[in-house]
Every structure is written in C-alpha cells, then in structure tokens.
C-alpha cells in the first residue's frame, strides 16, 4: 500500500524538479513572459501534480481595494480552509485532494499574503474575516460555509462565525490559543519569542528581509512535535524544501513580509474583538498540538457554546497538517460529513 506520506514524498519532488526547469527555462520563453510569469508566481509549486491539476483551479477576486487569491475545485458542501502564519493557501495542499472528494473547498490567500495582492484595511482577525466572508458569501454565493482555520487562520475563521452565523455552517478551529480575555496582549506575546519578536514595528522586517527562506527553515522546526517550543529538542522541519521555498516565495516580497507580522502586531485589537464578540452556536471543532487541548480548549470555550468534536492530533506540533496528514484529513472529515 502506498501511504500518503509516500505519495507526498513524491509528489514534493516531482513539484520541486518541475519548478526547478522551469524557472530554468523562463528566461528563454521571453516571447510568453506573461504565462510563465503567471504559472511561477502561483501554479508551479503544484504543477505536474496530476491528482492536483486535474481537481484544483486558480481563481482571483477583487474584493474592496485586495485582490484576493484563492484555490478551488472538488464537489459537495462548500468548505472554506483559512492558513495562518507563516503559511498561504498551499499550508493545505497535501489534504485538499481528499477534502475535495467530498466537498467543494476553497483555500483562500487572506488579503495582503500569499498570491493575494493590495493592503487590507487591518490585519485584525476580525477585518480579515470580513472580507474572506465577501469573498465566499457575497461574490462566491455561499451561504452555508464550513470554515476551517489554522493558527490566526481560526481566529479569522472563529471571527467569520462570530459575525456571521446565519452563513457560517461549521467552525473548525486548529491549534491556536484564543486572543482574548483569557490571554491578553502582553501575556500572548510573552508565551514565545517569536510573537514578542514579530509584533515590533519595523525590526522583524530588518533582520529577517534579507534571507527569509532561512529564517522560514529555521523557524519551523521550533513549533513543530518535540522542537525546543514544546521543551524538546528536535530540530526537524516536518517541512519539505519544496514547501519552504513556496512560502519563502510570496514572503519575501516586502509588502507580504509585512503583512504576515501585521498578523502580530493586531493582537491588541484582536483581545478587544474577541471580547466584544458574542458567543457562537455554530457546530465547532478544536484540534491542537499534541498535549495541547486543555490550554487551547480554556481560551475558546467561552466564546464557543457548541463544541461537538475536540481532539489533539497525535505525534505533532503546530503544524498539525505536515505533521500528522491522516490524522487530520480523518478527524476532519468526520466533523464535515462525507
């Protein structure tokens, strides 16, 4: 039997080989300049993925002064997946073929990273949420939303239900403690380096701009199961270099560098909206870490009224999906409904 973590295997590598020629072979196909400046700038980490291309389109919207990037394709209830950072859309990749197998998903870029270009209004999770809800329910139609979020992709995503509940029909919440009454400013950029770090104005951009593929390779490994933010010591990235060199990509535009730390440097207006909000009733999910449930759990369970389904995902840190794809894939499944 051919695992999925086989297949990703080889489909990274196969990605990696064909974006490796073509950005060989770009400087010769000068008379096609516009299709491969497109292709490179948000196909290629897929391109010559079969399973991929035969399901998955590319799709832009303009969306209040952002124009915003998104993937599609599959067949079913609609389900919108929301990344946090340092990710994009492509944070999902390696699950959206069998999401698709059974819903219709939409991996959005959010406004200001990615392929996504333009400055939203703020990078509060609550501007954020939105305009990923004029995208999917005022141009897209979709009134009935399973919104799934990772990192300050579910507070967007927790935002999207809070705000908007009559078109929001499942929340699924992964691995980010709430900011909010239970954790305020001060306290949620004292819990790691790297959020006290990312939320100065102008230094992370200073001393991460000029090589931020190695600030990316560097970084991942610390949240992931076992590295040195859980207390261990690993330095394994569940990362492979394909998937670094296609975050790196969009992050090290300036405009995206800044707009990823901008994710940070919202958290005060984060604790305020959060306060403000009233609890939703949507269905909701919560996945973590493992060993994370509990503190996860303490920061939403005020502002989430419905829990129906709460798991932390075995043998993985933060970046639940690269680390533990089956396990994530099942339990999500399972929340959404085949």
């Known amino acids: ?39 490179l700038r948000y196909a ?22 952002v124009r915003m990037h998104y993937v599609t394709g599959g067949s079913g ?14 944070g999902w990749w390696e699950i959206m073929p069998e999401l698709a197998e059974h819903h219709t998903v939409y991996a959005v870029d959010l406004p200001g990273l990615g392929d996504s270009t333009g400055s939203p209004t703020g990078y509060d999770k ?19 939303a399973q919104v799934v979020g990772h990192d300050f992709g579910a507070a967007v995503a927790f935002q999207y239900a809070a705000q908007f509940p009559a078109d929001t029909a499942r929340l699924g ?28 104005r102008r230094v992370p951009e200073a001393v991460v701009g ?18 040195t933010a859980f207390g261990g ?32 440097r919202a958290l005060d207006q984060d604790v305020r909206d959060t306060g403000a909000a009233l609890p939703t009733e949507v269905p909701a999910l919560i996945m973590t870490a493992q060993g994370q449930l509990d503190p996860v ?26 680390e533990n794809a089956g396990f994530v894939t099942a339990e999500l499944l399972r929340f959404l409904g085949r």
Not at 77 to 90: A, D, F, K
Not at 137 to 142: K, P, Q, S, T, Y
Not at 191 to 196: G, L, P, R, T, V
């Open 173 to 200: 919440y992964l691995d980010l403690p709430l900011p909010g009454p239970a954790i305020d400013g001060p306290t949620y950029r004292s819990m790691s380096w790297h959020i006290a770090f990312h939320s100065q």
């Open 44 to 65: 290629a980490a897929t391109r010559g993925d079969p399973e991929f291309e035969q399901t998955f389109r590319h799709e832009f919207a303009d969306i209040d002064g």
């Open 297 to 322: 759990r303490a920061t939403v369970a005020r502002y989430m009224s419905n829990i129906v389904r709460e798991t932390d995902v075995p043998n993985a840190g933060h970046w639940l999906v690269e």
């Open 233 to 264: 010591t690993s330095d394994r990235s569940p990362f492979t270099d394909a998937e670094i060199d296609e975050y790196a990509r969009t992050y090290s535009r300036p405009e995206v560098l800044t707009g990823g730390f901008e994710l940070y």
């Open 1 to 39: 039997m051919i695992t999925a973590a086989f297949r990703r295997l080889l489909r990274a590598r196969t990605v990696a080989a064909l974006t490796l020629t073509l950005l060989l072979t770009a400087g010769a196909a000068a008379c096609t300049t516009t299709t491969a400046a497109d292709i």
């Open 126 to 144: 609550a501007t954020l949420a939105r305009y990923v809800h004029t995208l999917i329910a005022d141009r897209l139609g979709i009134r009935d």
């Open 77 to 90: 209830t609609p389900v919108v997946l929301i990344h946090g950072w340092p990710q994009t859309w492509y």
């Open 210 to 227: 000029d090589d931020v593929r190695e600030y990316l390779a560097l970084f991942s490994p610390q949240v992931s199961f076992g590295g």
